[in-house]
């Protein structure tokens, strides 16, 4: 049997035979471009992260600021769940043995280095020794143990039993003397005409209403049956 002679410069191969110095010049002009593209993005993206880092450091402190006034709302305003008084009562007699009575819808104790209370929904009277009375509500309030006051805010309404009524957004309660003060504007009711102020101080356990800064009132005279 004859021996069978193939030609291989005939045959086909699977790949294409190249120059090896061809084939480096390629790879290398490859490499060359990818470079060139990373090195303009860095040209682009290092400016701008330089800009984003030195607004950050411009506004941290800002933006800590306001971090700690969040926290310092949440911390007033929400109530831890496991320290909350139901509808506490309470009572203190001053120096001259009068006494002030004061309930809530709940009460918690407020984080701090100093003791301070808040309440919600605030109903309070005080009778004096010669057994007058002075009632007040108010929307929130805060005791403050160190001060031995109260802070009333929101929609705080003062009543006595001569007739007034006195309306503002803020007092304070001075429970040593049970003196109560404001520097909200005030609105004042008495039983014949109003009054708008500044402020207002009532005294000697509602026997004096003392209105303070600018003020305005208006008096309606006693009017006789006929006239």
Do not use: C
């Not at 004061?102 to 918690?108: I, K």
């Not at 004042?188 to 600018?214: E, Y």
């Amino acid at each position: 049997m004859a021996d069978k002679v193939v030609d291989l410069s005939l045959a086909k191969w699977g790949k294409t035979r190249t120059d090896g110095s061809v084939d480096w010049r390629r790879k290398q002009n490859i490499r060359m471009r990818h470079h060139s593209q990373v090195v303009v993005s860095l040209k682009v993206l290092l400016p701008s992260l330089a800009a984003v880092l030195i607004g950050l450091v411009i506004l941290w402190p800002q933006l800590q600021a306001r971090q700690d006034e969040a926290i310092s709302i949440v911390s007033e305003d929400t109530a831890p769940q496991d320290q909350v008084m139901i509808n506490p009562r309470f009572f203190t007699v001053d120096d001259k043995g009068e006494r002030l009575n004061m309930s809530a819808e709940n009460a918690y104790e407020l984080p701090g280095d100093t003791r301070r209370i808040r309440l919600n929904q605030v109903k309070a009277d005080i009778l004096s020794k010669d057994d007058r009375f002075f009632a007040l509500d108010a929307e929130h309030a805060v005791y403050a143990q160190s001060a031995d006051s109260i802070d009333l805010s929101g929609a705080v309404n003062l009543y006595s039993e001569d007739g007034y009524e006195l309306n503002t957004t803020q007092a304070s309660i001075d429970l040593k003397t049970q003196n109560i003060a404001g520097r909200a504007e005030t609105f004042v009711r008495p039983p014949a005409g109003t009054a708008t102020s500044q402020g207002f101080q009532i005294l000697n356990n509602g026997k004096l209403i003392r209105l303070t800064g600018k003020t305005r009132a208006v008096f309606y005279p006693d009017r006789k049956d006929g006239q």
